[in-house]
């Protein structure tokens, strides 16, 4: 065995030991460890494979999630779902409407507000945090002082089918009262506008934006694409909910060809696209990490040992 040793020993009375050396050794020393910390990361780190397929989840329910600030009484406002088979819900229960000072809700109301930020968060946050709260109306800080706003939230199922949720005034396209011209204002706040249960990680374009009516006949139709999204976690966890696009439409009191002979309000026109979206999560292999430590540090060894030669050589 002796003489199949592919790694020969010189014996330390013929070793030599150089300043150059000691400086290449520490510099090894503190590359291999930056390399493995970078490859520790690396295999820590989860990883997210996306893919598409058309959705054949059909006769499912669709939880509609949304928070909406009116610049208006909530006495001259109702809520409405229609969808296409015809079905019509009149928001009077599961939603809260609460008087809000107006001032004090449209503070930040200079065009629109900015986006949520999107937190650094992997499926397995997602799912774990979607097990852990329930989607519902956001809460609402109770301002009486000077109400002349809206406060709306609330959730709603409906058919997994096209429909129109839609914010407008009495006697606008619906029965009761009549409220005066004057005294309409569609100017809103978005403060959440979801399908499906509660996710924290993904931003909704609308969240969290200002839109404002420069007319008091006026209104907004959001034409909205949902799309079914599944997470899978690396442990198996499933989470099923839905992300969206939208297309924004401002109707003042002279441009009609947007919304026919619609009453003034918010439209929010939804749509279910046939195409679904499974974000699964994985961790690459320990056999795999090894390897590549493996690779890694001896790659820099060899290549510093060939340096020091050259070194040598030349010296």
């Known amino acids: ?4 040793d592919a790694f020969p020993k010189v014996d330390v009375a013929y070793q030599a030991r150089t300043s150059s050396g000691g400086f290449l050794s520490v510099a090894v020393m503190l590359t291999m460890l930056f390399m493995f910390f970078s490859e520790l990361r690396d295999y820590l780190r989860y990883k997210e494979d996306h ?28 809520v409405d779902v229609i969808d296409e088979g015809g079905t019509s819900h009149y928001m009077r229960s599961g939603i809260e409407m609460l008087p809000v000072s107006k001032t004090e809700a449209f503070k930040r109301a200079q065009g629109h507000a900015a986006i949520n930020s999107l937190g650094d968060m992997h499926v397995h946050d997602i799912v774990a945090e979607a097990h852990r709260k329930q989607r519902g109306a956001k809460a ?5 002082t000077l109400e002349g706003a809206c406060k ?55 969240d969290d934006t200002m839109h404002l009516a420069t007319e008091h006949f006026a209104g907004f139709k959001y034409f909205i694409s949902v799309v ?68 890694a540090t001896s790659g820099v060894f060899v290549t510093v040992g060939i340096i020091h030669s050259l070194m040598s050589a030349v010296a």
Do not use: W
């Open 1 to 4: 065995l002796q003489k199949l």
């Open 51 to 78: 893919s598409f397929t058309v959705d054949d989840k059909v006769g499912q329910q669709l939880q509609v999630n949304f928070g909406v600030t009116v610049a208006m009484p909530c006495a001259f406002i109702r």
């Open 140 to 144: 609402m800080a109770e301002d009486r």
């Open 228 to 295: 079914p999204t599944h997470y899978i976690d690396a442990s198996g966890h499933y989470l099923p909910t839905n992300q969206y696009a939208v297309n924004e439409y401002y109707q003042g009191d002279m441009d009609h060809s947007l919304f026919d002979s619609r009453p003034p309000g918010i439209f929010f026109e939804y749509g279910i696209e046939p195409v679904s979206v499974t974000i699964r999560e994985r961790r690459g292999s320990f056999v795999t990490f090894v390897v590549r430590i493996c690779a």
């Open 152 to 206: 709306i939230a609330g959730n709603v199922h409906v058919s997994k089918i096209s429909g129109v949720l839609h914010i407008t005034a009495h006697g606008h396209g619906h029965g009761g009262a009549h409220v005066p011209h004057s005294m309409l204002n569609f100017t809103h706040h978005i403060d959440e506008l979801s399908f499906g249960p509660f996710y924290p990680s993904l931003v909704n374009p609308l």
